[in-house]
């Protein structure tokens, strides 16, 4: 039976989530495919294109987002399938069954490892294919001639070669009243302007031309003037009723060659890839050495010397030459003429490096650039699983479901993840970084937060308790919170004043014995300090003492003695004596400066409270022992 239950649970578990991932998959594939079509709508609007172009550019723009939508779609519906869990008791139900979150986890977590080859898959076989075509229908798009749409009172240039005004346009009828033309087709010193009352602009059956139909106007035409020399040019004026032209316009959609793509990395997969490196480090290394060989034959010639200098060399049988004496022993003019020979020298030798080094500079970062990509297709697989591992305790521990928190928190986790992936990426293929260590750089960052989250989730950790971390800040700055003691309605038994009186007796005592032996407002030892890890029982003792008196008197109906309550402190029993439980933690934090001195005055602070809440303990204790001398008068 118990074998039958986890079956059944992982089939409920598998549904919840399968359900959430399905939706979130597509919302997210949505949001990236506007977001990608808005970054190209320039190429879309006002072209024409079909019905069945439009549709292969949504459909490629899909395959090649599928792998970056996986990884945010598994952490918002992992979030959503938990905190749906935690909010609606489940996971405390299957908890309490005896079954741990790892095991709870245990099918999604196999499902999004299959969603991680499958990603890896569509980047390695499919993405590769689809991105090549995606980027060639983008070029074709990009050089399809946009419709003829002439709009009214502004100069129309999109006709190549042309220039069209109209005044008005009869958008039923297409009539175009006042035209003017300019015709620049043959070059502007042979212009032509072209005005008409009215025209009329169609599509040839073939959509290759635009027949253009002018009524009543006038044609001023430049002619070539025969004569270089002339300074005069003529024009022919023609006036007419009825003027037809054909104008040369491919409205057709024409598919380029994407053969001028094989060089991008991202239409490779990863053994072309690795071929393609292979290819270009050998042609990087061949030039290289070529380079060298030139660099050491024409840079580091010997230098040829005079007869003269040689002979006095041999006679005195020099193995090495001071260059600064024999500078120092030329004239002024020789040394000016050296140094300027030099400068020429290194300036051109410069130049002549710095040339032959862009040969290498394209080749180093298309390497770099292929791989990153090779890098990439397994990061985005891997993403898949620790977005999950994330995602899952995230939503075991917050317990809300929904489409509130858990998109927020997917969200700005998902921009931590790009931030830091496209930063990363960006610097490691310009040659700033090791390229495995960029491309891998969001993975290296959030995997351990992942592993970090199920953990503590798996240990039922209160590290997104709100309370806990209050307590932190407030044992940090020294607050702490007011006491709030009113009246009871019903009062079960009344306090027994005479021992409640004896008992503040002694509090008062132990307070003032504590505060003369200690010497609170004094500094405190720093070696004392940082080789203590134990609690103060002394301090603990006082605390539990006058919460029992609280709790006894709050029973009280008397509301001057309800008040006094009001004004006792809670007590900190350790902060004034140590910062950790581990002695290791206190010895190393003494001794890194200058944290231990920090440490060392916030325990001094802590010291100085602790001796004003004492002297208010005993005036509070005072107070009510008056008013319960009234009580029993």
Known sequence: MGILRIKKLDIFVLKSFSLLFAGTFFICLFIFMMQFLWKYVDELVGKGLELNVLAQFFILSALTLIPLSLPLAILLAALMTFGNFGERYELLSMKAAGIPLLRIMQPIALMCLILGFTSFYFQNVIGPKAQKELWTLLVSMKQKSPEVDIPERVFYSDIEGYNIYVNKKDRETGILKDVLIYNFSDGFENARIIWAEEGKLELTADKKHLYLHLYNGELF???????????????????????????????????????????????????????????????????????????????????????????????????????????????????????????????????????????????????RSHRSDWHKKITL????????????????????GGLGMPVVISVIIFILYYIIDSGATRVAKSGEMNIILGTWMSSLVLAPMGIFLTYKSNKDSVVFNIDVYKAFFRYIFGLRQSRHIFKKEVIIYSPDYSKIYDKLNIICKECEDYSNTNKLLGPPNYYKIFTNHTHDDHIKGISQEIESIIEELSNSKDAVILNNLNNYPFLFIKAHKSISDRIWLNILLGIIIPAGFIIWLNIWKHRVILDKDLKTIIKTSRDIQERIKTILQ
């Not at 994330?390 to 317990?399: K, N, T, V, Y």
């Open 381 to 400: 697989s891997f993403a898949c699983v620790f977005f999950f591992f994330i995602g899952a305790p995230l939503g075991a521990i917050i317990r809300k």
């Open 221 to 367: 035409e430049n002619l070539k003037s025969q004569n270089i020399d002339s300074k005069n040019v003529p024009y022919r004026r023609e006036t007419f009723t009825e003027k037809h032209t054909l104008i040369d316009f491919d409205a057709e959609f024409n598919m380029v060659d994407g053969s001028f793509l094989n060089r991008r990395s991202d239409i490779k997969n990863m053994i072309e890839i690795t071929a393609t490196i292979d290819s270009l480090t050998s042609y990087t290394d061949s030039v290289g050495r070529a380079m060298h060989n030139e660099i050491m034959t024409t840079t580091y010639k010997p230098t040829e010397l005079s007869k003269s200098d040689s002979i006095k060399i041999k006679e005195q049988n020099l193995t090495y030459l001071n260059t600064d004496s024999i500078y120092r022993s030329l004239s002024s003019d020789d040394k000016l003429k050296t140094l300027t020979a030099t400068e020429r020298r290194m300036s051109s030798l410069s130049s002549d490096w710095s040339m032959k080094s862009y040969v290498t500079q394209d080749n180093d970062k298309n390497i």
